[in-house]
């Protein structure tokens, strides 16, 4: 394979006939110097690459935002984290993004072994000082266990949002994880939150840099009332 190539690429010569009017889907032969996203330096920004390709690092990072590649992400910022023996009993837990922009948080309300979850509905607040957010849950299931480590020390969740910091272990029902995005279609969407945050705040305010700078932690005690309130039904209402 030549360098500058998409690794997935299969290049071969056909024979076809030049008095049929349309040639359609024929492979690009040896000795083309045509160059496009899959023969060119442009196939990383391939969704399908970004999906299926080799994994550098544990994390992807935009700007700061830290989000884990390998799970799969509702877009009210919340994650599951899928086993590979059981797609049923799952994790769930917020992300990079949320924990930084709702700030420290002191208290978690989650809700109780057994109870059953709806996907988009209200099923845990997070308390951040006299301020809170509602998160949604992010498929069907019933609540099997509750993470013991944020009940004693809830900034956790700012520590380690992906792993030590995880909220609920769910028995997943239903179809709903097929609906989360995954791979190169979470990476976009994630990108773009990221664009959409960067709008959303004046130059002025500092909590990420106009010119796309990184971001900072504990964004949401930089905020006004009214710009908290405009942030979080933004990203999370």
């Known amino acids: 394979m030549k360098e500058g190539q998409c690794p997935f690429l299969e290049v071969t010569t056909v024979t076809f006939c030049k008095a049929f009017p349309l040639r359609k889907m024929i492979p690009v032969d040896k000795n083309s110097r045509q160059k496009g996203m899959c023969n060119g330096s442009g196939f990383h920004k391939c969704m399908i690459y970004k999906d299926r390709g080799p994994r550098g690092e ?12 390998d799970y799969y992400q509702h877009p009210r910022h919340v994650w599951v984290s899928v086993p590979e023996d059981s797609r049923t009993r799952v994790k769930v837990g917020i992300d990079d993004f949320a924990q930084k922009l709702i700030g ?33 849950a992010p498929i069907d299931g019933v ?7 944020i009940v004693s020390d809830p900034s956790s969740v700012n520590r380690s949002p992906y792993e030590d910091g995880w909220l609920l272990a769910v028995t997943a029902t239903g179809e709903g994880i097929k609906r ?18 960067q709008r959303f705040f004046s130059p002025g305010l500092g909590a990420t840099a106009a010119d796309g700078g990184e971001s900072l932690a504990d964004i949401g005690s930089r905020l006004s009332d009214a710009q908290w309130t405009g942030l979080t039904a933004l990203f999370f209402g």
Do not use: Y
């Open 180 to 197: 989360l995005l995954h791979g190169g279609a979470a990476r976009s969407w994630f990108e773009w939150e990221v664009e959409k945050l």
């Open 143 to 149: 609540v099997t266990a509750t993470n013991p480590v």
């Open 58 to 69: 544990e994390f992807d990072s935009t700007r700061g935002f830290v989000q884990k590649p």
């Open 104 to 136: 420290k948080i002191d208290r978690i309300s989650l809700p109780a072994e057994g109870s059953i979850i709806k996907e988009n509905s209200i099923c845990m607040i997070l308390h951040s000082g006299g301020r809170k957010v509602k998160m949604v």
